[in-house]
């Protein structure tokens, strides 16, 4: 599903985000990403959802190779894949059904379905009850699961998720995880990308840990305490 | 995507389009002023040119109740007998430039001179007719230009009937010179003015798009193509356009009311028939049209410069 061939990514100005970066995430499985700040996870999310374009290497996402893409295509790369990043990258002036609407008004489904969607979105995320309101008036917390709500409506084949948990409570968090457990169930591929090594740990998924740009390892996380320490 | 999902899709595409333009309507009416300057300024930018349109207009209807100022005058030869004249009268009437020709006889001609010059009496003491025969020859409307009209005349003045041919080729010349030079500055002005509206337009459309870039970047984030994201601003353009138009429309339509009130009087004193004839209805289509193809001009060049710059963002 993703597949990263020696992938690196040197911004202007000279840093080296990403270094030979080399991994493949199947169709249907569920990751997460982790590492400390600055060792190069976004760059990483934003190469498969091509915000950036890789210096050297090739990103595929099935077999579509993200190097050899033409401008025109990118929408229609993105609309297969939900983004969820910290910012909520929400639509202030519009309201939260708008701001969920937008992924089917884009791809032109009907105004039925576009309700029937949303407000199944919603529901999941429990913000069913401020369909009204605008993003303003939500908490932090509220508007980071309008922006999981709106990455999941259109049902994509890959959801990558930037600190989805981040301005959450921890029960709040655990039920936006099972959310992506179930999701998964349904065979969305997941990457999230996180800090939280102890819900990495609860969870016990595949985790790619990077530093300083490079993969260091690719697995089940054994001991996060340890690695915490070594960091 | 299956074949019924693609036709799905295709089927709301005429009400996607309608909403977003009325959606673009709205956000021009969420800002009143701003939208009323700029639709103000690209009235006034139109006004200029169609007034100008209507003076040449205008102009060239004078002009053609002027058309007898490239009539010639052909004296003929004392010598040339009434028959002779005759005949080279229906020669004249067989050339392909001359619309009219009408013959006055010597005796005539000096019965007019009598009556106009005030010499009545005294011209009974003359033993002979000193005024020849003329033929007054008007061209075709397609041939009144200067130069047409001098070959004409050379062409004329070699029948051996014809003592001598007389044209005021200078005054011709200098009225058509003075309504090319109004035609070319009809033209170079709106030029520049048609320019200055495209680009206030796509100056306008820009200062959307810079607004709105927070917007586009999320857009694009769940996959919006750039021609979703720029169809409200060319929707934009084309309101702008349309009410421009609609602007220029109704002033030109009170400035020729204003000025056939005055335009009367003077006729009045000339004792003229002209009347000032404004915008037809036709000309008033042609000047929406043509204002909402520059709004759309406009806006097209600004969205086509300005959307694909804008990325979007994690920060």
């Known amino acids: 599903m993703i597949r990263f061939n020696n992938v690196s990514k040197t911004y202007p100005g000279g840093f080296l985000a990403l270094r030979q970066v080399n991994f493949e995430l199947a169709a249907g499985e569920m990751a997460f990403l982790t590492g400390h700040s600055g060792a190069g996870k976004s760059t990483l999310l934003k190469l498969i959802s091509v915000m950036e374009k890789a210096s050297t290497g090739n990103i595929f996402i099935n077999d579509t190779d993200l190097s050899q893409i033409k401008y025109k295509q990118i929408p229609y790369v993105r609309r297969g894949i939900g983004m969820i990043f910290q910012n909520h990258n929400l639509l202030l002036d519009r309201t939260i059904y708008d701001n969920v609407a937008l992924p089917l008004i884009i791809e032109g489904f009907s105004h039925k379905e576009i309700a029937n969607r949303v407000e199944a979105a919603l529901e999941k995320v429990h913000l069913a009850n401020k369909l009204r309101c605008y993003p303003k008036m939500l908490s932090g917390g509220e508007q980071q699961r309008v922006g999981i709500a709106r990455a999941i409506v259109n049902k994509p084949a890959i959801i990558l998720a930037d600190e989805p948990t981040g301005n959450l409570d921890p029960k709040l968090s655990l039920d936006i995880i099972r959310l992506f457990e179930e999701l998964n169930t349904l065979g969305t591929t997941i990457l999230i990308a996180t800090h939280d090594l102890g819900l990495i740990a609860r969870m016990r998924y595949r985790t790619l840990t990077l530093k300083q740009g490079c993969m260091i390892t690719d697995g089940l996380l054994q001991n996060t305490r340890g690695d915490e320490q070594s960091e | 995507m299956s074949k019924v999902i693609l036709l799905q899709r295709l089927s709301t595409l005429p009400m996607r389009h309608l909403q977003q333009a009325i959606g673009s309507l709205g956000d021009l009416w969420r800002t009143p002023l701003a939208s009323m300057m700029t639709i103000l300024v690209l009235g006034i930018s139109l006004t200029l040119p169609t007034t100008l349109h209507l003076f040449v207009k205008n102009a060239e209807k004078i002009t053609q109740q002027w058309h007898s100022a490239s009539e010639i005058t052909l004296f003929l030869k004392l010598s040339t007998s009434a028959k002779s004249a005759k005949n080279l009268l229906q020669k004249l009437q067989l050339y392909p430039e001359i619309s009219k020709v009408s013959y006055i006889s010597a005796e005539q001609a000096l019965t007019e001179f009598k009556l106009l010059s005030g010499f009545g009496q005294a011209l009974d003491y003359l033993e002979n007719n000193p005024l020849p025969a003329t033929i007054l020859v008007t061209p075709t409307k397609r041939s009144s230009q200067a130069d047409v009209v001098k070959n004409l005349l050379s062409k004329l003045e070699k029948h051996r009937e014809v003592e001598q041919g007389k044209l005021d080729l200078d005054w011709l010349t200098r009225l058509e010179a003075m309504a090319k030079l109004l035609q070319d500055i009809v033209i170079s002005l709106a030029f520049l003015l048609c320019l200055s509206v495209v680009l206030i337009i796509g100056n306008t459309i820009r200062l959307a798009i810079l607004d709105q870039k927070d917007a586009i970047a999320v857009m694009k984030l769940v996959g ?92």
């Open chain 2, 224 to 315: 919006a193509t750039d021609a979703f994201i720029q169809r409200p601003f060319l929707y934009a353009g084309v309101w702008y356009g349309i009410c421009g138009g609609i602007f220029a429309i109704i002033a030109e339509t009170i400035l020729a009311q204003y000025l056939t009130a005055s335009l009367n009087k003077l006729t009045y004193l000339y004792h003229s028939d002209f009347v000032l004839q404004g915008l037809g209805f036709v000309e008033s289509l042609w000047l929406l049209a043509f204002s909402i193809i520059l709004g759309l001009i406009g806006s097209y060049i600004s969205v086509r410069q300005h959307i694909r710059g804008i990325e979007p963002t994690t920060d």
